[in-house]
Structures are given as structure tokens and as C-alpha cells.
């Protein structure tokens, strides 16, 4: 095993943050964090697959909720059949969540197969459109979705390995795993050969296809694999709320999912993942006065866009690289000046 | 290696190619030259598969490419840079380059490997070293010089060890002087990478000590072929393009970018 292959490193880190998180939910006392944090994985998982789209494929899908509520309402379907449930028994947790993952990816597969063709505004509408369809659709068929009202009834999750979701601890460890499963899918798909393809593609397409590749199937295989890691993000959600609602695939969804990259920074990893945290902070801290809520992380979002002009880890990052270049330089004119004063005491 | 049969190209009224037959032997340095809408770049747009010719055939290393899609004429070893860097703007040389060297070594889908893979890597290296962009390797591409830009956009192409390397105007949009070097390098990468190389170039003076072969172009169709003494002596040449001196001149400053 070669610990030095980037791979091998992105795997470690992915297992190291699982034991602090099972660590965590062993010495915590009560429940708050722990649902907080659950909450915080599902949206995690939703905001950084489109940042998979966005930032390193340059795809600005706005329609990127239809595959988070299609991994929460697969998952819930499925749970709420009882004849499956008896089926599967305690197997039935697992199964479903590989039926979201595989059937958001499907679906994200078809949709891309046809939003692909389309570049830039066109691309972006076309991905609302089909959101737009599936909240439609979900609305429409009550009798499987519950309409408007959503999965209700709570959805059974049979114990499995020894985990209840039903037990805040249990669920969250549960959710972290398929949390930390699905951030280092993409973070493998960034350091493969394939994420250089993909940034080739955003950097500059036509160039990309000069070179002998078919950009139209790369667009689509980053729009699958987004839209599968995003449903699993779902799958968090339905088995935090036990329910799946239509404002799920909702545009305001998708829409705060841009702002959470904005907010958190479009070009580095774990960017949008700040984005999350934040959003989440300005969200229930303002809860605490007053309900307006938007108003307050649009304020948030105008600062970032405005005063810092980046989101925010970039900021970080170029905030420290400056001040690395600001010590190298007064390192060379230490030396400079040094060089000079012997150069003068030479001369006398 | 390469062969144009009878290539016409219509647009509307306008013959932007009128019955060109042009043959360039594999190993060989061609230029084409011509004043400002000869159908220079429209020639190689036709034969990288941008253009479908409205008739005649383009053959390529003795297959009919004609009509073939860019992805396909690319893969059959047909690389290209153009007369506008084209170029990935956010990413490092190293990494561009790298990432075109992926894209030849059929890794451009793979999951399984972290990039640069350990021979794109190598590839890599040799061709930094072959292009003298070691200096630049690290800095980000759309950072870099103008003249930098152009070498980059060469090296992408290089980057598929191309059978037959096309160059639309790899010296636009410099100064003098690094004209010359631009044209040094082409020759010292046609020589070490036993390609044969075309390429389309305003200044008379780099295509007379650059290029074995010339081809001239006027209202697209082939005004003469030759070698440099040929051309230079050629009347129809002198009284169509280098007769008229000033006027090339002109052309040039108007098409080249700023």
C-alpha cells in the first residue's frame, strides 16, 4: 500500500473524520449536535456533487434538487411498501439506499444524456425544467407520494447491524458514513485522470474536443455521478425527518445550493462545504429574533460577493498566499539589504 | 501524407477554396501563404474536420478522411494549434500539457488512476523540456506571455504525437524578434519529432527561411508551389502578393490580434 498515492490519502482522511465522528457520538451527551451535524451531511452531499458540476466541470445546473428529493423519495417509497420490508427485513435500510443511489443515478443519466447537448443558459434552464417535472410529477401522483403533503406516516427503517434510526446516535453514524462515502467519491473523481478531463472541459471545450475527446460524454458522466451522490444526500435527510417532501426538488433548493458555493468558494474542495456550515449558522442564529431568514444570508451572500469578492475558503487561501509571497519578498530584501551593507563595508 | 484532390468550398456565393490540389509528402516543413481572405484557415479547418468540403477529397496517410468528425481526424494522428492561443486558462502548463498527454494516453475517462498518471507524467516532462517551457511549468496558463500562450498551444498539440501537425500562424501576434524564435522552435520540433509539419504564416521573410515547400494561395485557389528560389522568382507571385508590399504589410497588422 503506498501511502504517498493521492488515493490511498483521500481514503485515510475519509476514515480518520468516520472514527472522530463515531468518537463523537459516543462521549456527546444529548441529541442537538448530533441531528445538526445528520442535517448538515444531507445539504453537505447536495452542495458539494454540484460543486462537482459547477466548479469543476464549469455545468451551472439549476435543477440540481430533483436528484436530492429523488434519493429521499426512492429511499422512502421503497421503506413504505410492506411486503419489500418483509422481503428485505433487516437488510431493507441498506437496500433502499443502494436503490436511491442507483436510481437517482439513472435518472440523473437520462436527464443528462438529453441537458448535455445544451451549453451554458440553455443547459441551465433545461436542468430547471426537468426539476420543475419532477415536482409536478411527484405532486401528481398522491396515491404513491402523498402529493403535497409528502411521504407522511413516517417512513420504517428496520434495525440493521445492530443500527436504529430511530436513535439519534445511531442514525448519525449512519448518515456520516454515507456522508463521508459520498465526499470521497468526488474527491476521487477530482483526482483521477477523469477530473482533469472535466476541468479541461471548463477551462475550454472546444479546445478539450481539439484534443480527441468527446466533451458531450464527459458532461454527462460528471452530471450521473453528481446527481447519484446528491440523492444520497437525500437518503440523509429522509432518514433524519423519516418523511420526503415536494419542496425537496424544489427551485429554492437548488438555487441555495449555488449560494452555499458562492458563499463557501467555488475553486477549492471543501469550499461549499463552508458554505453549508455558515448558511446554516446565519439560518438558526437568526431564527433565534426572527423568521427572516433569507434576508439575513442574502446579506451574508452580497457581503461575500461584494466586500471579499470570493467565497469565503478562497478567501482564506489567497489571504494566506499573500502572506507567504509578502514573507518571501521581505525575505529576498533582508537579503538584499544585507548584501548591500557588506558590499559597503567592503568598499570602506 | 497528406492529400487534397479538387477540395472546393462553397459559402453561398463565395468560393473560399476553389479547386485546390495540393499534395504535402510525408516528413516535409510546407507553408501556405497568401494575402488576408485567400481561404488559409478555411483549408485547415477542411482537412481538422471543422469544414465539410462541398467537394473533391481530402486523403490522409492513404485513408479518405473527408467528412470524417474533429475527434475522429484528431485520433487518426492530425494535431493542431491555433491562430488564437487556445488554451486551458485556469490551469498551470504543467497541468494543461499534462492533461492533454492524458487525453492521447486514453485516460481521459479513467477513475481508476490519479492524475497525471505515472507515464503522462513522464510524457509530460519530456515535452516541457522539448518546448524549453520548464521555466513556466508552474504558472498559470492564462498568466503566462502571449508568445508562452502560442508554445502551449503547439505543445497541446504535440501533446498527441501527431503524425501531421498543423500551425495557423504560430508567430501572430508577436514582436519581431520573437518571431524568429517561435520559427526556430517550430523547426527544432519538426526535426526531432519526425512529423510532417504545415503550416500558415503572413511574414514572407520567416516562410522563405522557414519552410522546404511553399504553397500559394489567392482567392482560394493554389497560385504556385515550389521551393523558396522558385516562388521568389515566380512573376504571378510577385505581381499577386510580394509585389505589392505595402499592401501584405497592412494586412497583416490588421488581422493579427492586439
Request: hydrophobic share 50%.
Given at each position: ?48 456533487s454540484l460543486h462537482l458540476l459547477v466548479g469543476y466541470t464549469g455545468l451551472v445546473s439549476f435543477g440540481h434538487?430533483a436528484y436530492?428529493?429523488s ?30 443511489l442507483l436510481g437517482t443515478g439513472l435518472f440523473a443519466l437520462v436527464v443528462g444524456l438529453i441537458c448535455a447537448r445544451l451549453s451554458e443558459?440553455y443547459f441551465a434552464f433545461l436542468t430547471l425544467a426537468f426539476q420543475?417535472l419532477l ?50 467519491v468526488i474527491?476521487l473523481v477530482t483526482?483521477s485522470s477523469l477530473g482533469a478531463t472535466l476541468r479541461m472541459v471548463r477551462d475550454n471545450e472546444v479546445?478539450t474536443a481539439?484534443l480527441g475527446v468527446n466533451t458531450y460524454r464527459v458532461k454527462v458522466l460528471a452530471f450521473t455521478i453528481a446527481g447519484a451522490v446528491a440523492g ?117 | ?68 468528425k474533429p475527434a ?31 487525453a492521447?494516453?486514453h485516460a481521459a475517462f479513467e477513475l ?147
Amino acid at each position: 500500500m503506498n501511502l504517498a498515492h493521492p488515493f490511498v490519502r483521500a481514503a485515510g482522511l475519509a476514515l480518520v473524520c468516520f472514527v472522530l465522528l463515531i468518537v463523537l457520538a459516543l462521549v456527546y451527551p444529548g441529541t442537538w449536535l448530533l441531528d445538526t451535524l445528520t442535517g448538515l451531511f444531507a445539504s453537505g452531499l447536495l452542495v458539494m456533487s454540484l460543486h462537482l458540476l459547477v466548479g469543476y466541470t464549469g455545468l451551472v445546473s439549476f435543477g440540481h434538487a430533483a436528484y436530492f428529493a429523488s434519493g429521499g423519495y426512492i429511499f422512502g417509497m421503497f421503506l413504505q411498501t410492506p411486503d419489500i420490508v418483509a422481503a428485505f427485513g433487516a437488510w431493507s435500510v441498506p437496500v433502499a439506499t443502494l436503490l436511491a443511489l442507483l436510481g437517482t443515478g439513472l435518472f440523473a443519466l437520462v436527464v443528462g444524456l438529453i441537458c448535455a447537448r445544451l451549453s451554458e443558459i440553455y443547459f441551465a434552464f433545461l436542468t430547471l425544467a426537468f426539476q420543475m417535472l419532477l415536482v409536478s410529477v411527484i405532486q401528481g401522483l398522491v396515491q404513491y407520494t402523498g402529493g403535497d403533503q409528502g411521504l407522511m406516516g413516517g417512513i420504517p427503517r428496520p434495525e440493521f447491524l445492530g443500527l436504529d434510526m430511530v436513535q439519534v446516535k445511531d442514525r448519525f453514524v449512519f448518515s456520516a458514513f454515507l456522508f463521508l462515502a459520498g465526499v470521497l467519491v468526488i474527491r476521487l473523481v477530482t483526482l483521477s485522470s477523469l477530473g482533469a478531463t472535466l476541468r479541461m472541459v471548463r477551462d475550454n471545450e472546444v479546445r478539450t474536443a481539439f484534443l480527441g475527446v468527446n466533451t458531450y460524454r464527459v458532461k454527462v458522466l460528471a452530471f450521473t455521478i453528481a446527481g447519484a451522490v446528491a440523492g444520497l444526500g437525500g437518503v440523509i435527510l429522509a432518514i433524519l425527518t423519516s418523511a420526503a417532501y415536494p419542496e425537496w426538488a424544489g427551485w429554492a433548493v437548488s438555487g441555495e445550493a449555488i449560494f452555499t458555493i458562492m458563499l463557501g468558494g467555488l475553486h477549492s474542495f471543501y469550499g461549499p462545504l463552508v458554505g453549508v456550515v455558515v448558511m446554516r449558522f446565519i439560518n438558526d442564529v437568526t431564527l433565534i429574533y426572527t423568521t427572516h431568514t433569507d434576508l439575513a444570508k442574502g446579506v451574508a451572500i452580497l457581503f461575500v460577493v461584494l466586500v471579499l469578492r470570493r467565497g469565503i475558503l478562497d478567501w482564506i487561501i489567497d489571504l494566506r498566499a499573500a502572506r507567504r509571497g509578502r514573507k518571501e519578498d521581505d525575505n529576498v530584501s533582508r537579503a538584499l539589504s544585507k548584501a548591500g551593507k557588506e558590499a559597503e563595508d567592503a568598499a570602506s | 501524407m497528406l492529400r487534397l484532390d479538387h477540395l472546393v468550398k462553397k459559402f453561398g456565393g463565395l468560393t473560399a477554396t476553389n479547386d485546390v490540389t495540393l499534395d504535402f509528402p510525408a516528413g516535409t516543413l510546407s507553408a501556405i501563404i497568401g494575402p488576408n481572405g485567400a481561404g488559409k484557415t478555411t483549408l485547415f479547418n477542411q482537412i481538422t474536420g471543422h469544414l465539410v468540403p462541398t467537394s473533391g477529397k481530402i486523403v490522409f496517410a492513404g485513408e479518405d478522411i473527408t467528412g470524417m468528425k474533429p475527434a475522429a481526424i484528431v485520433r487518426k494522428g492530425i494535431g493542431r494549434a491555433f491562430q488564437v492561443a487556445n488554451i486551458f486558462p485556469t490551469m498551470t502548463v504543467e497541468e494543461a500539457l499534462a492533461s492533454a498527454v492524458s487525453a492521447h494516453a486514453h485516460a481521459a475517462f479513467e477513475l481508476s488512476s490519479a492524475f497525471p498518471r505515472r507515464d503522462v507524467k513522464t510524457r509530460t516532462e519530456e515535452l516541457l523540456a522539448l518546448l524549453g517551457m520548464e521555466p513556466v511549468a508552474r504558472r498559470i496558463s492564462g498568466e503566462i506571455s502571449h508568445g508562452d500562450q502560442k508554445l502551449l498551444d503547439v505543445g497541446l498539440a504535440l501533446a498527441l504525437d501527431p503524425k501531421l501537425l498543423l500551425l495557423d500562424e504560430p508567430a501572430a501576434g508577436m514582436g519581431p524578434e520573437e518571431r524568429w524564435q517561435m520559427m526556430d522552435t517550430v523547426q527544432r520540433l519538426w526535426k526531432s519529432q519526425n512529423m510532417t509539419l504545415i503550416f500558415i504564416e503572413h511574414d514572407i521573410d520567416l516562410v522563405f527561411r522557414t519552410a522546404e515547400i511553399i504553397h500559394v494561395l489567392r482567392y482560394g485557389a493554389v497560385l504556385a508551389s515550389g521551393q523558396a528560389d522558385e516562388i521568389r522568382g515566380n512573376p504571378e507571385v510577385i505581381e499577386a502578393y510580394l509585389g505589392s508590399e505595402t499592401d501584405a504589410t497592412e494586412a497583416d497588422s490588421r488581422e493579427e490580434p492586439a
